[in-house]
């Protein structure tokens, strides 16, 4: 979800009460980043790009 009103631009959140869902995908993905190579290494790769930790979980989530 976007937070933008004219020229204000604030950070971009995820939202829309699927809450069980997104804790589900977050815990399973917390799991992917220590045993599952892929997943290790494109999370890694985000972080060494300089994206925020929630970012790099966050797309490692949808990957």
């Known amino acids: 979800m976007a937070r933008e009103s004219g020229q204000f631009k604030g950070r971009r959140l995820i939202t829309g009460d699927r809450t069980s869902v997104r804790c589900v995908l977050y815990m399973a993905t917390m799991i992917d980043l220590q045993y599952n190579p892929p997943i290790k ?9 300089g994206k925020p930790t929630k970012v790099a979980i ?6």
Do not use: E, G, Q, R
């Open 41 to 49: 290494v494109f999370y890694h790769n985000l972080k060494t790009k």
């Open 58 to 63: 966050t797309a490692s989530i949808k990957k």
